[in-house]
Each structure stands twice: as C-alpha cells, then as structure tokens.
Nanobody, 123 residues
Framework: QVQLVESGGGLVQAGGSLRLSCAAS????????MAWFRQAPGKEREFVAA????????YYADSVKGQFTISRDGAKDKVYLQMNSLRPEDTDVYYC????????????????WGQGTQVTVSS
C-alpha cells in the first residue's frame, strides 16, 4: 500500500500561484509513476499532469501546458504541482495519485489516491 497526503491548496486570486505537495509513504517512492488529477462536483476526475518513476518524463493536459509544472523529489518522497497564472476555471479539488505501472492518463489506472486538496481561484 502507498499512502498519499496532499497539501498546499487554498484560495488565491486569478493570476496568482500555488504549489501543491503530495507526500508518499509506505513503499519505495521511485517504483511509482505519480500524477495529479482534478475534479469538480458532479464531474469526472480529470487528468492534469504526470511524471515518470525516474522523473525524466513529464506529461500535461493541454489545458495546463505552460501553466503547471509537475516535479518529484526522491529524497523527500514528494511530488509537486506548481500552478501559475491561475484562472477561476482551475477551481477544483486536486488529487495526487500513484501507480506501479507506467504513466497513464486515466484515473482508473491509478490504484492509490490522496484525500484531495481544494484549490479555489477567485476572479
């Protein structure tokens, strides 16, 4: 089992920045591809970004390319999502996810999830 705990969400004005963190524990962090998803009430969980086990490859949804950056720190067993130029439509609950398989863009491919952190962007 892998336990994931997100932090860093909050309320920010449009144009502002936030950095989300996800702390992993329970298994060898480098064995897992990591990803961020987001979900609005009544909607499906949406892929945001992913990073390979080694951290040498990153992937982004078209809607956040050039705006968000995913990274990981193997020494701290953490993955981050730097979010810049935030817009009201980025308001969602953001979830960290882990998979022992290669990076995937579908929530169903990730067996491990954090509890989520709320990001609210005011206009």
């Amino acid at each position: 089992q892998v336990q994931l705990v997100e932090s860093g969400g909050g309320l920010v004005q449009a144009g502002g920045s936030l950095r989300l963190s996800c702390a992993a524990s329970g298994r060898i962090f480098s064995n897992y591809a990591m990803a961020w998803f987001r979900q609005a009430p009544g909607k499906e969980r949406e892929f945001v970004a992913a990073i390979s086990r080694s951290g040498d490859r990153t992937y982004y949804a078209d809607s956040v390319k050039g705006q968000f950056t995913i990274s990981r720190d193997g020494a701290k067993d953490k993955v981050y999502l730097q979010m810049n130029s935030l817009r009201p439509e980025d308001t969602d609950v953001y979830y960290c996810a882990a998979s022992g398989f290669p990076v995937a863009f579908y929530a169903g491919r990730y067996p491990y999830w954090g509890q989520g952190t709320q990001v609210t962007v005011s206009s």
